[in-house]
């Protein structure tokens, strides 16, 4: 049994998943000097120059992958998350400055979806960032006083504390979003039978369900090895009632946390010693934006290998105007009104899937996504039914060997 297995993994081994392997194992060595660099290094320009190798070996590693699922979170990881947060280290900021991280952990939080125990920060409505420690549970909501503000901001606790504890989700929902990806996938066999724009929604909610799995599986696995809690990544984004609680609170809320010290932080000090800390959050909001909108054309250049557009930067701008002109009206009001969460949601949902199928969609089908990740669902089903036939036909032989 054991050598018709040896077989079947050899088989499989060969090609991506061999480059993968080893795109991983360089990453972690990289890492490794990373740690052991910075324990000679002070942060500033001197550890910045040592670790610069590292940040364009993590721009050039994904371009050896090509499938959508490994290629497309490698890049994702690499080019993103973990040359983020080197940054930050480079400067002593961020979750890999911290003197007690060992190495497997310092490697782990570089790259991967996953954050240290510790305060959770939570944007609210002004645009003030508050550190919430550990809430009575039993309390509905809590006032925080911040300096200057002439008074106090309530801020919903449960949703903050849902935020901020939950973690992996239970698996029946992963397992009951794997099932609904299944269903879209045979659905797609009769898209010409089912309105375009029906298709484009069974899009959305493919790509929404399927980040959460991968990055859930790749945040599960650093948990179980060295007992990092997973990253929050959505928080039913569907229910939304403002382009700021989507992209603030509930979307993809990992990349909102490494903009924030990187991009949003720095543009807004130096946009309050331009314009006043009233109206210096609206360029720190373009500036998150526009990095955000270059980052994800570097994801599409990775999965497709293709030019690009300039669509997926059109998007992410008409998002952050709008973000800024909601926030500035909101100012403006300053919570004289709101609009019925029963109005806000619809709306706001409806505004990102109009402006998702007008600029986002038709680069992402561009890279023949749909049917390369079908190819890649089939390459998966095929190696288990491989694994599968080799253990019952070793179970077998034994059988007959008794």
């Not at 973000?323 to 806000?344: D, F, Q, S, T, Y």
């Not at 089903?381 to 599968?388: G, L």
């Amino acid at each position: 049994m054991s050598l018709q297995i040896i077989k079947v993994l050899e088989y499989w081994a060969e090609g991506e998943i061999t480059n993968f392997i080893k795109v991983w194992a360089l990453v972690v060595a990289s890492l490794s000097y990373c740690f052991f660099a910075a324990k000679h290094l002070p942060p500033g320009l001197s550890r910045f120059l040592a670790l610069l190798p590292v940040l364009l070996l993590n721009l050039i590693l994904p371009l050896t992958l090509h499938t959508m699922h490994l290629g497309g979170s490698s890049a994702f990881f690499l080019a993103w998350l973990a040359n983020f947060k080197l940054l930050l280290f480079a400067f002593g900021k961020g979750p890999l400055s911290d003197p007690s991280v060992s190495l497997p952990r310092f490697a782990a939080l570089a790259c991967l979806p996953i954050k240290s125990a510790g305060c959770v920060p939570i944007l609210v409505a002004d645009e003030k960032l508050v550190s919430l420690k550990k809430t009575d549970k039993s309390s509905e909501s809590k006032t925080v006083r911040r300096k200057g503000s002439g008074g106090e901001v309530p801020i919903e606790s449960q949703a903050a504390s849902k935020t901020s504890k939950q973690g992996l989700k239970s698996m029946w929902n992963y397992v009951t979003k794997g099932l609904l990806i299944c269903l879209f996938l045979k659905l797609y066999d009769y898209t010409d039978m089912i309105h375009p724009k029906l298709t484009w929604v069974l899009y959305s909610l493919h790509i929404y369900f399927g980040l959460e799995i991968i990055l859930a599986i790749f945040g599960g696995l650093a948990k179980a090895l060295v007992g990092i809690e997973l990253e929050p990544q959505f928080d039913e984004p569907y229910l939304s009632a403002s382009l700021q609680e989507f992209w603030g609170r509930r979307w993809n809320i990992m990349v909102t946390r490494i903009l924030r010290p990187t991009v949003y932080e720095p543009v807004l000090y130096f946009s309050t010693l331009i314009i006043g800390r009233k109206w210096a959050p609206l360029p720190a909001v373009m500036g998150s934006f526009l990095v955000s909108a270059l980052m994800h054309e570097l994801i599409f250049f990775y999965l497709g290998r293709r030019k690009p557009s300039g669509e997926i930067t059109l998007f992410f701008m008409l998002h952050g105007v709008c973000l800024a002109i909601e926030v500035a009206i909101k100012k403006a009001i300053n919570g004289r009104w709101r609009l019925p969460k029963l109005m806000a949601a619809p709306l706001t949902v409806g505004f990102v899937m109009v402006t998702a199928f007008w600029l986002f969609f038709p680069e992402f089908l561009r890279c023949d996504s749909l049917p390369r990740a079908i190819n890649e669902y089939a390459a998966i089903a095929s190696f288990v039914k491989d694994v599968t036939e080799a253990l019952t036909f070793g179970s077998l032989n034994n059988v007959t060997v008794v």
